[in-house]
């Protein structure tokens, strides 16, 4: 399925944060939804119109792909072969350029082979962009990162995990193999007991401790499932006076300091992350457009409408109107169309 199921927006506010379930299936709300009545046969007739002859529409083509779900594109795309045997991403990179391109190639692949291939960007060539491979990894379910594993090895003949370990180092490249070994807890069990002895745990290795213990930290902050996590923060807040946040950027530093404090925001409000992550790639001189779009599409048949409640509550404007400041063109049409701004 395309999405699983809205959850009633009528209890949430702007001047509180989400409170979300601890499983990914519970707070599903997408702004990108399966078109009711499909015909793969008309979206492939619509796409192939405005892309013959002279000159491009491109404004059909936001319409049609933005007003179905992935697993309908990939219909649409298979029926566009049958139909005109024609590839679809070839005829759309023939006719479209720049970042308006890169949204629509996106939205084609399946959520996790794009996964896959931003990853594998994320890694090849000089230097790491190592705040994509958290992003990914540190947000994504135990059956996601395995789908990832599996096209990554697939797409590009190399094993994920050992390009993380040639790729990284220390500390930070144990929480990524942790992360993409995808073996986290994900029963909806909260033990209070438990909760308590994590708690201290963290504290004795932090800031009660001559250094800092981060094995402690990884064991537990890659282990636990969200729901045990959000308590073993509240128990943490309890026995040190301090939030967990504070203590990890206190004891952390560069990459492990994203990487944990990604796993603790992304436990306690994933919408809350995204809606930083969208904010950092628009704020200030210039935009990071691949993880604006990266953010975008991936979230917007996940919970992209949560997404853009946070950003209001966080950072009192709209995603939209951010959007609209930081873009142009056709770029921004479909990034608009993405976000439900129609």
Request: charged letters at 30%; hydrophobic letters at 35%.
């Amino acid at each position: 399925m395309c999405w699983l199921a809205f959850l009633s927006l009528t209890e949430l506010s702007l001047d509180n944060p989400l409170q979300l379930p601890t499983t990914m299936a519970q707070s599903m709300a997408p702004t990108v939804t399966p078109a009711p009545n499909f015909s793969p046969e008309g979206a492939a007739e619509g796409l192939r119109k405005a892309m013959k002859g002279i000159g491009t529409d491109e404004a059909a083509i936001i319409k049609i792909l933005t007003s179905h779900c992935n697993q309908q594109r990939r219909e649409i795309e298979k029926q566009y072969k049958t139909m005109y045997g024609r590839d679809l991403v070839s005829d759309l990179k023939s006719e479209l350029s720049g970042r308006f391109e890169d949204v629509v190639i996106a939205m084609l692949d399946p959520p996790r082979l794009y996964d896959a291939k931003e990853c594998h960007r994320s890694i090849k060539g000089a230097g790491t962009d190592e705040g994509t491979l958290v992003e990914i990894l540190c947000s994504r379910s135990n059956s996601e990162i395995k789908e990832i594993r599996e096209l990554y090895k697939s797409h590009f003949k190399k094993d994920l995990e050992k390009d993380i370990v040639s790729d990284t180092s220390g500390d930070f490249r144990r929480l990524l193999v942790s992360q993409v070994n995808g073996h986290r807890d994900e029963k909806a069990i909260v033990d209070p007991s438990l909760a308590m002895q994590e708690a201290t745990e963290l504290h004795q290795a932090g800031v009660k401790k001559l250094g800092t213990d981060e094995e402690t930290f990884n064991r537990i902050l890659c282990l636990r499932n969200y729901g045990q996590l959000r308590a073993t923060f509240d128990a943490y807040k309890q026995l040190s006076g301090k939030d967990i946040e504070d203590s990890v950027k206190a004891e952390m530093s560069g990459n492990l300091e994203s990487g944990f404090l990604a796993i603790v925001r992304v436990a306690r409000n994933t919408p809350a992350y995204f809606a930083d992550r969208l904010y950092k790639s628009m704020k200030g001189a210039g935009t990071n457009d691949t993880g604006l779009i990266r953010a975008v599409v991936s979230r917007s048949e996940v919970d992209l409408v949560y997404v853009k409640q946070e950003f209001q509550r966080m950072y009192g404007k709209s995603l939209e109107s951010f959007i609209k400041g930081d873009t142009s063109g056709d770029y921004k049409k479909v990034l608009l169309a993405i976000c439900g701004d129609q």
